[in-house]
Structures are given as structure tokens and as C-alpha cells.
């Protein structure tokens, strides 16, 4: 069974820091492209960042900067540092990969207050 667990999320002031972390089970981790999304109540849910399997990463322009994803095989996971944080990053953030479809965890809210 595959299972995406994230972590790392809570309350922030802006300007501030988070590491988010998504730990992987149930599928070949080291050969999955990992990706980070965010959703805010009412709007679609946004890509944020991806890492392939040989560390490739590629950053949407809100993220571009101030986010950087990585992946650490040993562990089966992949973090989120966030750094410079705004309000408007604000979000339930979900960690994802493509295995037989689309999986998803099941988010970490971060809030970054003004």
C-alpha cells in the first residue's frame, strides 16, 4: 500500500522559516519524481516544487528562491524548506508522487502570519 506522510506545518510569522517533510512507503522511492503542492480554501490546488529521481528540481515562480525541495533516499523522504515566508503562502501544503495514478498525503497546514 503506498502512503504519503507529511509533516513539519504550524504557525509562522512572515519572514520566518519551516521545513516541511513527506515520508514515502510502499513504492520504489529512489525511482519517484516527488512533488509539493498547496491548496487555500476556494482555489485550485497549485504545484509548488518537483525533484526527480536523480535530483533534478524545478520550483513554480512563488516558490523559485525561497523554497528548496531534496530528497534523502535512506530515509524514504522529501522535505520542503521554506524560507522568507508570506502571507500568502498560507496553505494546506500536500506531498505527491505518481505511482498507478496520482497519490496524495494528506496535507500539513501552514499558516504565516502578517
Known amino acids: 500500500q503506498v502512503q504519503l506522510v507529511e509533516s513539519g506545518g504550524g504557525l509562522v510569522q512572515a519572514g520566518g522559516s519551516l521545513r516541511l517533510s513527506c515520508a514515502a512507503s510502499g513504492i520504489g522511492f529512489r525511482l519517484n519524481t516527488m512533488e509539493w503542492h498547496r491548496q487555500t480554501p476556494g482555489k485550485q490546488r497549485e504545484w509548488v516544487a518537483t525533484?526527480?529521481?536523480?535530483?533534478?528540481?524545478t520550483y513554480a515562480g512563488s516558490a523559485k528562491g525561497r523554497f528548496t525541495i531534496s530528497r534523502d533516499r535512506a530515509k524514504n523522504t522529501v522535505y520542503l524548506q521554506m524560507n522568507s515566508l508570506k502571507p500568502e503562502d498560507t496553505a494546506v501544503y500536500y506531498c505527491?508522487?505518481?505511482?498507478?495514478?496520482?497519490?496524495w498525503g494528506q496535507g500539513t497546514q501552514v499558516t504565516v502570519s502578517s
Open positions: 505527491s508522487t505518481n505511482y498507478f495514478g496520482r497519490v
Open positions: 525533484i526527480t529521481s536523480d535530483t533534478f528540481t
